[in-house]
């Protein structure tokens, strides 16, 4: 929708131009000495509208193109600054602003210049300005040290504006960690800061898997829509929708490090696979799954709790147990108390990528074989 809009906006702006173009010509002697053309008739304005609608259509031919460029350029400026340290941006903006003056103030004496005095101030000013913002920037040692109180104010509010990105960084969410819905429990909860980016492309991934033909994949896709609906319109968090894509990008896991490393933000995800890529290109990650696992409670060997035996385990006796935020509890002997509420003592705990384990023994033979111990010494 976007890109349509911006393709009749260019083809506007083509027409109007290519319009004053023809009628610029019409105006011209070279152009009356070969056409003889009556003052009071109508055919200037039709001969430079039909220039206008040619110009338009050409503008119209070629507007994806423009567009694909914009969009590149965008990105590559974006990208750069992302880069280039809050110091040097601003020197550079400062040393723009002095290239523009001087700039204004000498091509003041030769506007009255013919031919080329139009001109010069468009020549001047792009000259100088990119001089005064290169050399502000090679140079800010120096004017540090001739102007006192600049490195000052420069340090603290580059340390005030760093510490305010860093916590107000982005966070971009994936298809996973939407489909999973915990996302907007942890927004609620406040833990989450910052804009959340919600890329067009993922969007639409997410809109494939609610048509799906799958029962089970459909219903996943429906209830992402229905969990980024609620983070929208319920929670007091602030939500963009990105339009842009990379068509040079295939899959959805490479555009989202590459509009990370765009915007500088950080990936919301489930995904181990996504996780390690992005680590391995320095994008931050954020996994909705290591966060479960970090606030589950810490149990350690000898403790006691309650639990109820569900089902068998894969060795010889044992039974399987959870608690409430679904860590599995494997029971070695505890196959005969299936359906069960018995009392347990872990004797281990167990972490792993896919979450944590504890493994106990029912407190009944624990008891038993610690009095045949004693009963033996």
């Known amino acids: 929708m976007v890109q349509k809009i911006v393709r009749g906006i260019l083809v506007i702006i083509g027409i109007a ?5 023809t009628s610029i010509g019409l105006s011209q002697e070279v152009f009356k000495s070969y056409i003889t053309i009556e003052s009071n008739s109508l055919m200037p304005l039709i001969i430079s509208a039909i220039g206008g609608l040619i110009g338009g259509a050409l503008v119209f031919i070629i507007s994806p193109w423009i567009i694909k460029w914009g969009k590149q350029t965008t990105s590559w400026i974006e990208c750069r600054l992302q880069k280039t340290p809050l110091n040097d941006i601003i020197y550079g903006f400062l040393g723009l602003i002095m290239g523009l003056i001087i700039a204004n103030m000498l091509v003041r004496a030769f506007v009255t210049i013919p031919w080329i005095g139009s001109y010069l101030p468009i020549l001047a000013n792009v000259i100088l300005g990119y001089l005064g ?4 920037i090679k140079k800010k ?5 001739a102007i006192p109180n600049l490195p000052k104010f420069m340090t603290k509010f580059s340390k005030q504006s760093s510490d305010i990105a860093e916590d107000a960084k982005p966070k971009i969410l994936d298809t996973s960690v939407i489909i999973d819905g915990r996302i907007a429990d942890i927004c609620k909860s406040g833990f989450i800061e910052g804009k959340l980016i919600i890329p067009a492309f993922v969007l639409e991934e997410l809109r494939h898997i609610a048509d799906s033909s799958d029962l089970l994949k459909r219903n996943r896709g429906r209830r992402g829509l229905d969990v980024l609906k609620k983070i929208q319109k319920e929670l007091d968090v602030e939500v963009e ?16 490090v590459k509009l990370a490393q765009m915007v500088g933000g950080k990936i919301l995800t489930n995904d181990f696979n996504l996780n390690k890529v992005a680590e391995l290109q320095g994008v931050p990650v954020l996994n909705i799954n290591e966060l479960a696992n970090a606030v589950k409670p810490v149990v350690l060997p000898g403790e006691e709790m309650n639990v109820q035996v569900i089902k068998d385990g894969k ?3 044992q039974g399987v147990a959870y608690l409430d935020d679904g860590t599995m509890i494997v029971i070695d002997g505890g196959k005969k108390y299936i359906g069960k509420k018995i009392d347990v003592i872990v004797t281990s705990v167990l972490q792993t990528a896919a979450g944590r384990m504890i493994f106990a023994k029912p407190k009944e033979n624990h008891k038993q074989k610690n009095e045949q111990k004693q009963k033996a010494l």
């Open 241 to 256: 929708i990105y339009e842009g894509d990379f068509e040079e990008i295939s899959e959805v896991d490479s555009k989202l």
């Open 141 to 145: 040692d120096e004017l540090s040290r």
């Open 315 to 317: 060795e010889m006796g």
């Open 133 to 136: 913002m290169s050399i502000a």
């Open 17 to 21: 131009i290519f319009y004053q173009l």
